[in-house]
């Protein structure tokens, strides 16, 4: 199983805050995001590899791939996970993959979707996939940025 130091929800993945703050939090060596819409579109997989510092190592699965290189053998490397929407980590968690903590920092409003949390909604199904996550006795939390306090997202779901 992969080392995995870090994982968060972020509709945007790739952007500024994570790269600046988030990964050097994490100590993190490579960042994986799993993602079947960016694993099919190659332009955006090259934008995003050009956002990444040189010392960091960006991988892009769908999450069939995802699932299979999260449980190979550990690479030595601090993974950093990315997903967009919850689901994604049930889909991952179901097939075997291990994960502690999730932290949901950014899911914007749009339609189908109500506000949970400051800037952070969610779709029916996306709690539901959260309060799965949270049965399954993965702590699960709410920190936009780094300087925040972490809420604990049962109290939303």
């Known amino acids: 199983m992969k080392n995995i130091v ?14 600046t703050q988030w990964i050097q939090n994490a100590s993190a060596s490579e960042v994986v995001i799993v993602d079947d819409g960016v694993a099919k579109d190659p332009f955006i997989q ?12 960006l991988q892009v699965f769908n999450t069939s791939d ?3 290189y999260l449980k190979g053998d550990d690479n030595g490397k601090r993974i950093f996970i990315l997903v967009k929407t919850p689901g994604v980590l049930v889909e991952l968690v179901n097939n075997g993959v291990k994960i502690e903590s999730i932290n949901v920092g950014g ?10 949390y400051k800037n ?21 939390f709410f920190r936009v940025v780094q300087s925040d306090s972490e809420e604990d997202v049962a109290k939303y779901v």
Do not use: C, F, Y
């Open 120 to 140: 952070i909604s969610a779709s029916p199904q996306e709690k539901k996939d959260l309060r799965t996550l949270i049965d399954k006795g993965i702590k699960v």
């Open 66 to 68: 995802a699932i299979d």
């Open 107 to 116: 899911i914007g409003a749009k339609a189908g979707r109500t506000s949970l």
């Open 6 to 19: 870090w994982t968060r929800i972020d509709d945007r993945l790739i952007h500024g805050q994570v790269m």
């Open 46 to 57: 090259m934008i995003m590899k050009s956002s990444v510092p040189a010392t960091i190592n």
